[in-house]
């Protein structure tokens, strides 16, 4: 079979396949049916109708999209693949569409020089166009999956529980939820949160809204509860609407915002933003990093709350300043509208609020803020800059003024950050931010009553807070990193933090050490430098042990631990620690496990006060067209549902981590990258040996808010192997064809009269080609419960010949015994 390319009478270029050509006699010299070139002389194309197809244009894989074909398999340009394509929609038609038949544009005669190529073995279509056949830039809705409608649930429990000798227990139990739905590209979202601390229960409500981005005004709205987003401002909670850049650019949700601590034992982590609670976790013993905050905001610091199991509590700031730089700041213009919302420690009618901001990029590199807020008696403004003057430099500036009117006070507050590369594989962030006693933020404004300020309140603002991190890897010495923070008040008290660490590996060990120190008296923790130095040796395939050293104030501790990852869904760690100079010992142990459907944790720990359990499960739950499906991971604004033709326990890679099918075949795509392109894949080695699947990977480039159903095509195939003889007991020849009953050519036979069926539909009717124009029915008998598990069953056949079937069928019909006499002596051979 050949290809060639060539012009049409209208001078466009076709990727056209010609009928193969093939020479009977030398078919035939190789025992090769000439038959079966009828088979092969026609390429494979497209069956007429609407196909969901890959479509790659220009070599970039737009992702999956309706196409239409006609009777000849011929693609059809409809309007809705030129959209999905971002191409011209020419006004001339091949066809005028009538009734349910679509309309086809004319796009190779507007466009000649376009390449079509058809691939139907793998649902593909390639185009090549000419660069006038593409759409002025600019983000069109047609370009990205749209729509949709599904009911989501996140859901995370953390359960703790010490149990003291001497009878006493503490509990604590906090369970925080997301609810919400897509539709139509409408995000709508509520996050709550409930703790239980020995049986005193609190409920807090962190927001609900509806979001939705608008494209052709390049920008994102939302209405309800909402935490004000401003380039400029600190954050705040309020209820009404606002309108900012639609961050088409953004990354998935991911905060830029990094908490980094060292826990002394187990410990349970709470993260505070604006007085909110936004994240708590359980982190083990040793140095912890946390990431992909759900930020309320990016301009609000972050408090830090690390709770050991006995208590003890180290209490921390990280600035918003430190962070600011990684979260990017959008050209476009930032508009809030609505009433503060305040907490169950408001006083008072909440004020009004109209916050608008705006930002202009400068060059490629440059973005200058400015802004307006204005409340009942509250009016600030203030300015920013982000900037890159260098290639390894980045610097941030804000600078922001307020006047209070009910207060009668006014002041402001200046934050400069700065993040710079030194040499190679060393970089430098440094931060400061200032503000005098007067300054207040809108959220601030609340403590306020009849003029009269609480003093807790003053004592409690920050005058001065500092930032640094140093980090440096080289290979021969390993990594370093190294930070420091510290926070003065009004009231003269200071906080500062040091903390730093160093990591190695070499040969067969890797050498780590941490260091840790809070300074000051926020909290009851405050024991000096805490010290870890930490050797771990890997055992083998996903096998590791560790030992450790810590020293926190007088007191050293030794630890060892034996960690194993069994399989993708489990891993488990034991351990235990005795003190050198105090009698203090441990002994704990933990499981975690993904058991396909959730994330699910057990520990405990014992030592000679009390015993200690922990526990944790988190996921998501999906409600779609097609049922209920269930999440191992956090479902985000954009998601979907992939089917597998019913088969459960199958494997998908996914740009969040692998799922598995459930019971009906389905799983959760949990995260999906907006307007980007994002690659699902099916791992067939998960797939039983009975499935063969047309094309295992699809990609799709999704709308923010959209809910996107994806079925993988599977069929359930029967493969056969026969050992076939004619009716003389001897194999058949080789070469010769097999054919269905309708003459259609299945396979050849192979040696020893061997047949291999790729796929058969029960007891099917097949016949052989013989030599001389001769036919013979094969007869076989299947087993009815198969093993699923065998890639193919196989089976003995006897070819009866169809001509002698023929004669028995138009004689006289006998009685019952002379017709099994006569079978008996079909039997046997003939004479001639």
């Given at each position: 079979?050949?290809a ?12 056209q ?20 070139s ?6 494979p ?21 309706e196409?239409?074909?006609?009777r ?14 971002g ?8 066809n ?6 679509p ?7 507007q ?11 793998r649902?593909?279509?390639a185009l ?7 759409r ?5 809705e047609?370009?990205?999956?749209r729509?949709?409608?599904?009911g989501l ?13 001497s ?9 925080a ?13 509520s ?17 609900a ?9 390049q ?6 509860q ?19 850049p ?11 915002a ?5 826990a ?35 301009t ?64 490629q ?19 920013g800059?982000d ?39 060393l ?20 403590y306020?009553?009849?003029?009269i300020?609480?003093?807790d309140?003053l ?27 510290q926070?003065?008040?009004?009231d ?10 160093w990591?190695?590996?070499f ?85 975690n496990?993904?058991?396909r ?34 999440s ?6 954009t998601?979907?549902v ?16 692998p799922?598995?099918?459930d ?15 994002s ?7 998960s797939?039983?040996?009975r ?13 923010r ?36 009953e ?28 013989l ?14 419960n ?8 196989t ?19 006998p ?10 002596d ?7």
């Amino acid at each position: 079979m050949s290809a060639a390319i060539w012009c049409g009478t209208d001078g466009y270029v076709l990727a056209q396949e010609q009928e193969a050509q093939f020479d009977a006699s030398i078919l035939s010299s190789r025992g090769v049916d000439p038959g079966v070139s009828d088979y092969f002389r026609t390429a494979p194309r497209f069956h007429e109708g609407t196909r969901v197809v890959s479509l790659r244009l220009n070599g970039n894989q737009l992702g999956l999209t309706e196409a239409q074909f006609d009777r000849d398999g011929e693609l059809c340009f409809t309007q809705g693949l030129l959209e999905k394509a971002g191409l011209r929609v020419p006004a001339a038609m091949i066809n005028q569409g009538e009734g349910e038949a679509p309309t086809c544009h004319d796009f190779l005669a507007q466009y000649p020089n376009t390449v079509v190529s058809l691939r139907p073995n793998r649902e593909e279509v390639a185009l090549v166009v000419p660069s006038e056949a593409f759409r002025e830039q600019g983000l069109s809705e047609e370009m990205f999956a749209r729509g949709g409608l599904a009911g989501l649930l996140n859901y995370d429990v953390l359960g703790l529980e010490s149990q003291s000798r001497s009878g006493g227990a503490n509990r604590y139990l906090s369970l925080a939820t997301e609810a919400g739905f897509n539709l139509g590209d409408w995000i709508v979202r509520s996050r709550q949160l409930y703790t239980s601390i020995n049986g005193v229960q609190r409920s807090e409500h962190l927001y609900a809204y509806a979001q939705r981005d608008l494209l052709p005004l390049q920008s994102t709205f939302q209405v309800g509860q909402l935490s004000s987003n401003s380039p400029v401002f600190g954050g705040v909670q309020f209820s009404g609407l606002q309108f900012f850049p639609d961050g088409v650019k953004r990354g998935g949700g991911a905060s830029g915002a990094v908490v980094e601590g060292l826990a002394l034992s187990q410990s349970r982590v709470e993260v505070r933003q604006s007085g909110a609670l936004i994240y708590t976790t359980l982190v083990p013993e040793g140095p912890f990093t946390l990431s992909n905050l759900p930020l309320l905001n990016g301009t609000s610091d972050l408090e830090v709350s690390v709770i050991e199991d006995s208590g003890a509590e180290q209490r921390f700031v990280v600035p918003a300043a430190s962070f600011r730089g990684t979260v990017p700041v959008q050209s476009g213009y930032y508009l809030s509208l609505g009433q503060v919302r305040g907490s169950g420690e408001s006083e008072g009618e909440q004020p009004l609020l109209a916050m608008g901001s705006a930002s202009w990029g400068l060059g490629q590199s440059s973005a200058v803020s400015s802004g307006l807020v204005g409340a009942q008696t509250y009016q600030a403004m203030g300015l920013g800059l982000d900037t890159r003057p260098l290639a390894n430099l980045s610097v941030g500036a804000r600078s922001n003024v307020s006047h209070d009117k009910a207060s009668g006070r006014s002041g402001a507050r200046s934050s400069l950050s700065l993040g710079t590369a030194l040499a190679d594989n060393l970089d430098l962030t440094l931060s400061a931010t200032r503000q005098t006693p007067g300054y207040r933020e809108v959220s601030e404004i609340r403590y306020v009553d009849k003029n009269i300020e609480r003093d807790d309140f003053l004592a409690s603002r920050f005058k001065n807070q500092y930032t640094a991190g140093l980090s440096w890897f080289d290979p021969a010495l390993g990594g370093f990193s190294m930070g420091y923070s510290q926070s003065s008040q009004f009231d003269d008290q200071t906080y500062a933090r040091l903390y730093g660490s160093w990591s190695k590996s070499f040969k067969h060990a890797s050498v780590s050490a941490h260091i840790d120190s809070a300074v000051g008296t926020s909290g009851s923790y405050d024991e000096g430098v805490s010290v870890r130095l930490q050797v771990s040796v890997p055992l083998g395939k996903d096998r590791r042990a560790r030992s450790s050293l810590r020293h926190q104030g007088s007191r050293s501790t030794l630890a060892a631990a034996y960690s194993e990852r069994v399989n993708e869904y489990l891993n488990y760690e034991v351990g235990t620690e005795q003190g050198l100079n105090h009698s203090q010992s441990l002994t704990r142990g933990s499981v975690n496990a993904t058991p396909r459907y959730a994330q699910v944790g057990l520990a405990a720990s014992q030592d000679r006060f009390s015993t200690n359990y922990s526990g944790y499960l988190k996921g998501g739950v999906v409600a779609h067209g097609q049922g209920v499906t269930f999440s191992p991971y956090r479902v985000q604004e954009t998601f979907g549902v992939v089917s597998l033709g019913g088969v459960p326990g199958a494997r998908i890679s996914t740009p969040q981590g692998p799922v598995w099918t459930d019971a009906k075949g389905q799983a959760v795509i949990a995260s999906l990258p907006a307007y980007n392109n994002s690659r699902l894949q099916v791992d067939t080695r998960s797939l039983p040996k009975r499935v063969d699947i047309q094309n295992g990977t699809k990609v799709l480039s999704a709308g923010r808010g959209s809910f996107n159903a994806v079925d993988f095509s599977v069929v359930n195939v029967r493969r056969l192997l026969l050992h076939a003889r004619d009716e003389g007991g001897q194999a058949l020849p080789q070469g010769v064809s097999v054919l269905a009953e309708n003459d259609d050519f299945l396979t050849s036979v192979a040696g020893d009269g061997m047949i291999f069926l790729g796929d058969i539909d029960g007891q099917q009717a097949l016949k052989v080609a013989l030599s001389g124009a001769r036919t013979c029915q094969l007869q076989f008998e299947l087993m009815e419960n198969n093993d699923e598990d065998l890639p193919y069953e196989t089976a003995s056949a006897v070819c009866r010949d169809l001509q002698s079937n023929e004669a028995l069928a138009t004689a006289e019909e006998p009685e019952l015994p002379e017709l099994l006499d006569a079978d008996a002596d079909a039997d046997e051979p003939s004479e001639s």
